[in-house]
C-alpha cells in the first residue's frame, strides 16, 4: 500500500520516515520517495483493510514526527486538480513572487549603501532590519518553524540549517545594533537574500520535480471521467464510470477512450492500444474481442460488456504498478540514504568547528584576514555596513560566525535525497508509456546488470498460437479439416483450436459430436452426425497402435514433416486413414532482430524448452542460437536446476509467458513476462512487457542502464558538490587566496544543486 507524506524535504527527512515506519509493529518492509512524497508499506502477514483505521498507529508515529501522513485511496488518479492541488500551485506561484521581492529589495540595497543609487530609505538600517523582521516571520517563518520542529524531533532537516543560518545571521545583527561595542557588522541584508535564494529555489525545484511524474499523470488522463451506458429500452444515458457494473453494456463512438476492461459485443472497430502497450498497429476489434480500459476507439461503433471497472481495470493495475515502482528504492540509493540521515549532524558539528576556529585561532595564524578586504565569491568587495558577511570582519568572534552561517546554508542534503527517486521516477513514467512495467527501482538496477538472458521458447520467441501450415497425404483437405475440427471442437488444446480457426478461416462447417472421449497425450475419438465410423484425431504413432495402418508413402510424409521440426496430427475413419495436418507455432515477427540487439549489447543468450528436441533445434537455428545455448524437454525442476548454475556466476534474467515458467521466472535475478502470458506469469514477474513486441525487451534494459547512468551521474554530483561547497564555505581558500563564499551565493549554489539533479533526470526523456 502507498501512503502520501507531506514534511519532507531533504534525504535526512526520508531517513527519519523510513526509520519510523519501520519501527512500528506490523511493517515487514518500508521504502520512502522524496520525488513523490510517498512511502511503499509492505505489512506482516495478510494485508488488513486499506482504510486509515488500520494504519492508526502508522499514521499518529509519522504525525508525532512532524509528518502529517494519509493512505492513498485505490484507483485511477483523477485527471484534473483537487482544491488542495489547485491551492498549492498558488502558494509556488507566490512563494515565487515573494522570493523575487525579497532578492529585488536586497539587491537595491546592496546598490544603494554602495552608493550607486540615491535611495536613502533603501539604504537606511531601519529599514534592512525592518525589512529582515518581516522576512523571516512572514514568508521564513514557515521555515523556521518547520526547522526547530525537526530539530526537537531528533531528525534534522534541510529547513534545520537554513534556520540556523539565517536565525544566527538575523541575531547576530541586532546584538551589533544594540551593543555597537561587541564590534560585529550587522548584515540584516544577508538573511533577506539567503530567503529569498532558499524560496526561488524550491520553486524551481518543485516546478522540476512536478515534471518527473508527468508520464503517469498522462496515463491517468487516459481513464474517461463519464460513460454511455445502454438502457433495457435501447437508449443512451452517460453516467460516471464509477457507476457502472460488470455485466453491463455500454457504446463506444468513434474517437471515444475506452472506460472500462470488458468484450466486445456488437460492432467492428479498429482500436490503438499504444497509450497502454506501445503497439504501433491498432487492433482490429470484432465481437469476442478483449479491450482494456484507456485504449482509443478508432473508427467505428461498439458495444461493449463491462466486466472490470475502477481499480480493477488494467489501466489501474498499471499505474499501481508504476506508482509502487517508483516508491520501492534502488539499492544503489542506500549509501545516499544512509549519508543524508546523518548529513544534517555532521554539517551543524561542521559549523561549529568552523565558528571555533576562526574565532580562537584561524585569525591568530592568519591575522591578514582581518586586515585585507576579501574577495566575496559573488559581488565583489566589501563595502560599507553591510559588506556581506566575511566581508571587513573586525574581530575573530565575526568572522568565526560568518564563516559558520555561510556553511550552514550551502550544505545540501537534498541533492542526495532527490538523486535516485528523481531518475527513478521518470525512468518508471517513460517505460510505462510503452508498455514496460517494472516493479521496482531494485527491479530496474537489476536489469541493467543482466549478463544472460534465457527465453521459453513457446509463446515467448514463437507466437504461442500454434496455426496450420499444410494439409499432407490425402486428396481431401476440405474433408480432413472438418472431421479433426468438428471431433476437436470440444477440446480446449491448443492444437484443436489451430484446427476450429483453420476450418473458420477455409469456411468449412463443422458436423455437430454425438460422443466422444478424450485420451491424455495422445488424441481423441468420436462420433459425428451423419458419419458412419468412429472417427480418430491424434498423434500418428498412437493412432498406429490403435491399428490405423500407413502406406509406406505415408509414412515417408511423417518423416519429412516431423524433420521439418511440425507438429503432426492424425486423422482417420474407424482404421482408415484420411490424412495429416501439419501445425506449426511460428516465430514472433522480431525475434530475429531482438535477440540480434540482445547480442550486440554484450548479453549471452539461451534457450530452455520443454518441447521435443528437433523443435527446438529447428527454432535456435533459425534465431542463431548454438547448440550449447539449447535444452529441451526440460521439466520445471529442471529449469530451475540450470538457471541456478548460472545464477552462481552470473546475473540471469527469464524470459517466459506460462504457467510452467513461473518457477523459473520467480528464481531468476530477473523475471521477465510478456504481456499476453498467463496471469500468473505476469504475476510471478520482475518486469512485464504488455503487448506482442519482443523488442520491447532490448529497449527496456536499453533504458534500464541509461537510468542507472543518471543516478551515477546524480550522486557523483550530489557528493562532489558537497565535498567541495563546504570546506570552502568553512575558509580553506580565505588566508591564501581571501577568497570565500558568501551565504547569498552559497544558498543559490544550494537551490541550484538539487534544481540540477532534478533537471539531469528530466534528461532521461531526451533520445
Known sequence: MLLDIDGMKCGGCVRAVERTLLDQPGVADASVNLVTRSAWLRLEGEPPPESPQSLEGVLEALQNRGFPAKL?????????????????????????????????????????????????????????????????????????????????SGVPSMDTLVSLGVGSAYLASIVALIWPRVGWPCFFNEPVMLLGFVLLGRFLEERARRRTGRALQELAALQPNTARLLMADATVREVPVSLLRPGERIQLLAGDRIPVDGVVCEGRSAVDLSSLTGEPLPLDAEPGTELSSGCLNLEGTLELEVQRVGSDTALARIIALVEQAQARRAPIQGLADRVAGRFCYGVVSLAVVTFLFWWQLGSRLWPQVLEVPVVMMDHGSGHGLHGGLGAGAQTPFGLGLQLAIAVLVVACPCALGLATPTVITVSSGLAARQGWLFRGGDVIEQAASVKRMVFDKTGTLTLGRPLVDDVLATEDAARVIQFGASLEQTSRHPLAHALMQEAQRRNIPLLPVQASRTFPGAGMQGTLDTLQGEVRVGSPEWMQAEGVAWSSAQQLVVQAALKRGQTLVAVAVDHEPLGLVAIDDGLRPDAVVALQRLRTQGLSLAMLSGDRRRAVEEVGQALGFTHDELAWQLLPAQKLERLERWKAKEAVGMVGDGINDAPALAAADLGIAVGTGTQIAQDTADLVLLGDRLEALPEALTLARRTMAKIRQNLFWAFGYNLIALPVAAGVLLPSFNLLLSPPLAALLMALSSVTVVLNALSLRLR
Open 72 to 152: 492513498r485511496p485505490s484507483g485511477v488518479v483523477g485527471q484534473t486538480d483537487t482544491p488542495e492541488q489547485a491551492w498549492g500551485w498558488w502558494r509556488q506561484w507566490r512563494q515565487l513572487m515573494v522570493a523575487l521581492v525579497l532578492l529585488l529589495l536586497s539587491g537595491l540595497g546592496h546598490l544603494a549603501e554602495g552608493g550607486t543609487l540615491s535611495l536613502p530609505l533603501i539604504g537606511s538600517l531601519p529599514f534592512h532590519a525592518g525589512l529582515a523582521t518581516v522576512a523571516l516571520f512572514g514568508p521564513g517563518r514557515p521555515i523556521l518553524s518547520g526547522g526547530w520542529k525537526a530539530l526537537r
